[in-house]
């Protein structure tokens, strides 16, 4: 018992380290915890005396917890049991396989990172980029949605930089929920969108037990009043037109509804577009491959925002114009379901596309481009500003959601036609010749890109 016993330095010092690990977890570690917990807790409290629609507990409750409320529901473990007969594996190993979904999708909230550094951000780059302009509040219909309601937005998706402008233009609002593509899958995006309350999603996955977890928590969510942002149309838009939408997460959504018992869900339908969309020449250019896949890579956007400083620096930066939002009028849910019993998901999809559609923000580029476009690529540069003023004031007419600098008279249009040409003049995109207006060969198909973003507007 006495007998000394010799150990290297590096023996020690492991036991050394894993004893202090042990006595903290023990000791020190839940009061950490719980000192973190409550400084959470004032910190929401504080958000929530402020925010339109206060945060909800269920977005506040631990992640382990959020995980167990999914993979014990009733239907999940049926999908498990199915699971396991299909594949012929143990039902243990079936429900590890929807653990690891659960634990793939649900997100770890934090208050303290979307309030205190996502919106901020957001704010930053969005301002940094645009001129932002929210061109029809709609405060009174949105003021007018039950305060218990849940509230889920329907955008069109044009950029990834819908994600950064809805989360700062909502921020006085409330805190929203968006379904991310695997794309963001990587570091550091995959635990700071989480942790702004992102989940993640499969979207070409066709394995029933994952569709089941991913229901579950989405219903589960809609259910305790967590507001979401959902793009229909599941990616972004290669064309530049508005896309189909794909029903999963707004089925998801019906069919864990029911009326009478659960709080009402209101869909507002929210309109998106942009002057200068960040991603435009590769979406244009894979526009008729449909096998195209775009990989987040953070070289790129290292070198993007190295680039983007140094303009500013030197003072050569100039902001890519307008990035503009609208607001459709909302959709509820109990009087949708009351007023279309059958085919609900595709007639409340359809419906809110529609809303969508009305409300996309007219644009001095887009309506450039479209002239341009509807020309063959060469058009004169009076007939272009004659046409645009006439399309504005027809728009207008029409109580259509158009966006102009802020100019009095016909001078808004003459100006808005002169920043437009000089955005695309400085990209390359066209060139100006005697006051004749011609696309050139360096990416000709963005004309086209942008032109699309009104096609809807073919009729009016």
Sequence with gaps: MLTTVELPIWALVLIGLLAAVTAASHLLFPSVRWFFRRRAERVVARLNSKLARPIQPFKLARRHDMIQNVLY?????????????????????AFETAQRYAREIVPSFSATVYFGLGTRLAKWVSRSLYRVRVVNPRSDALAAIDPDATVVYIMNHRSNM??????????????????????????????LI?????????????NPLY???????????????????????????RSGALGQPKLGLISYIVDGFNPGVARDVVFVPVGLNYDRVLEDRVLAAA??????????????VAKYVWRHLWQRLTGKFHRLGFAAVAFGRPVS?????ANHPEQTTERLGAELMERVRAVVPILPVPL??????????????????????????????????????????????????????????????????DGIVEVTGKAPEVIGYYAASLQHLAAT
Excluded at 85 to 93: F, H, L, T
Excluded at 171 to 188: F, I, K, N, T
Excluded at 398 to 419: F, H, K
Aim: proline fraction near 3%; charged fraction near 30%.
């Design 368 to 433: 450039v481009c479209r002239h341009i476009h509807a020309a063959g690529g060469k058009i004169e540069r009076s007939t272009l500003e004659a046409l645009f003023s006439k399309d504005v004031a027809r728009f207008r007419a029409a109580r259509l959601e158009v966006c102009m600098p802020r100019e009095s008279g016909d001078g808004s249009c003459e100006r808005a036609v002169n920043e437009a040409l000089r955005m695309l003049e400085v990209r390359g995109v066209i060139r100006l010749t």
């Design 287 to 300: 526009a008729g491959d449909k096998s195209a896949r775009f990989k987040f890579r953070i070289s790129h």
């Design 73 to 93: 529901d009733p239907d999940v473990i049926r999908a498990v049991n199915d699971y396991a007969d299909e594949m012929g594996v143990p039902d243990n190993v």
């Design 211 to 237: 569709r089941r977890v991913l229901a579950r928590y989405v219903q589960l969510s809609t259910r305790e009043g967590v507001a979401q942002a959902v793009f229909p149309e599941g990616g972004l838009s």
């Design 333 to 337: 849910l109990t009087e949708f379901l």
């Design 194 to 206: 989480k942790m702004m309350g992102g989940y993640f999603i499969r979207r070409k996955s066709l």
């Design 162 to 191: 819908d994600y950064v402008l809805v989360t700062y233009l909502a921020a006085r609002d409330s805190a929203l929920s968006y379904a991310v593509g695997e794309w963001a899958r990587v570091w550091p995006l995959r635990p």
